[in-house]
């Protein structure tokens, strides 16, 4: 009865790859976020989805497109991995309050 | 630009003293503000919340006190135990906006 999930909690890849991380929220929020924790524990927003509809997109490399196919779900395509994109990356969703998944930590060798 | 930080990156308490750990803002306009709680291997997990026509908000064990002519946010936690272990941080937001994170603050509880 998870209520942010996120597929998979680790992922490392080689430099140049394509990969996906997958969030879904069963707290039936219309909001939901991807947000980036660097190596010194610093959380910084990526982008924010409302209903289906990009309404938030901070200054986020292209490479990085989200998707949402329905409200309970926003996932994070990324192209061309750089090593610069090792980071852990949180899933949130709110109506008020954020509440946060568990975290896919990507390795980029 | 605007943002949120705290000013000790490490406290370390003993088990059963009370701890505080201290956040300053920036964002006069910022309505909403929470403290979360990171596990080692975990998402932050949602501690209290305050708004901006508060000053004091208590939960079990824990109390968010905010002064909006400083701009400064304090989470007290009584009687800490070594549960309480974790990076904590604050976030502030205006409306229904994304979280703006301080840079967290290392919380060691010695038994």
């Known amino acids: 009865d998870t209520a942010v999930s996120q597929t998979p909690k680790y992922l490392v890849t080689q430099m140049g790859n394509d990969k996906s991380i997958k969030c879904e929220q069963n707290l039936g929020h219309d909001t939901m976020y991807w947000y980036k924790q660097d190596s010194k524990k610093f959380l910084k927003i990526m982008f924010s989805?409302?209903?289906?509809?990009?309404?938030i997109n901070e200054t986020v490399p292209n490479r990085f497109s989200p998707k949402s196919p329905d409200k309970a779900h926003l996932n994070l395509h990324i192209n061309s991995l750089e090593l610069g994109d090792s980071a852990v990356y949180f899933c949130a969703s709110s109506k008020d309050t954020q509440y946060f998944g568990p975290g896919t930590r990507l390795t980029v060798l | 630009g605007e943002s949120v930080g705290l000013h000790l990156p490490t406290l370390s308490v003993q088990e059963g003293d009370n701890s505080i750990i201290n956040c300053a803002y920036s964002n006069s306009a910022s309505d909403y503000f929470i403290w979360y709680k990171q596990e080692s291997g975990k998402g932050p997990q949602f501690i209290i919340d305050i708004r901006s026509n508060m000053d004091k908000r208590q939960g079990q064990r824990v109390t968010v006190l905010l002064n909006k002519t400083v701009k400064h946010l304090s989470l007290q936690i009584a009687a800490t135990q070594p549960g309480d272990s974790a990076v904590y941080f604050c976030a502030e937001t205006t409306g229904r906006r994304a979280l703006t994170f301080g840079s967290g603050t290392r919380l060691q509880v010695q038994p």
């Open positions: 989805y409302n209903n289906k509809e990009l309404i």
